[in-house]
């Protein structure tokens, strides 16, 4: 068991082709800056429930072999899930995909869903009414 319930990254978090054999919780924790998990792999459930990703987020290349939790968390910045493989059910529920001026958007495009389930119910793609912007009211 990896535990990271809660805990707060400020800089860079580095989990590049880490392997997780069983559980990896990281439920509630804050990422400040660059979070990495390009070609890590979870064997065992992957909690990332209510977790906050201020920076990028990059899961590219990444391989969930358990249920994968993303419910109510937070992407600030770019949320690479690139070529990344659930094999079991992933799941997305109120989760906010936040794109401030100048960044770009969640890359979902080749991920693969290997069970018939994603939900994605309450997800938001784009700016909260309460995200600061550089235009000036008209």
């Keep these: ?3 990271f319930e809660g805990a707060t990254f400020g800089g860079v978090a580095g989990f ?8 990896a919780g990281f439920e509630g924790a804050t990422f400040g ?3 990495g998990f390009n070609g890590a ?3 065992g459930v992957a909690g990332f429930e209510g977790a906050t990703f201020g920076g990028v987020a990059g899961f590219n290349g990444a391989t ?15 949320a690479g899930f690139n070529g990344a493989r659930f094999n079991r059910i992933a799941r997305f529920d109120g989760v906010r995909f936040v794109k401030y001026p100048g960044s770009e958007a969640e890359d979902l495009a080749s991920a693969i869903f290997e069970r018939e389930s994603a ?3 309450g997800a938001v793609f784009g700016p909260s009414p309460d995200t600061p912007t550089d235009e000036a009211p008209q």
Excluded: D, H, L, W
Excluded at 16 to 23: K, L, P, R
Excluded at 69 to 78: C, I, L, N
């Design 1 to 3: 068991v990896a535990g």
């Design 16 to 23: 590049n082709g880490a392997t997780f054999g069983g559980v």
């Design 33 to 35: 800056g660059v979070a």
């Design 41 to 43: 792999t979870f064997g």
């Design 64 to 78: 969930f072999g358990g249920v994968a939790g993303f419910e109510g968390a937070t992407f600030g910045g770019v």
């Design 119 to 121: 939900p994605f119910r």
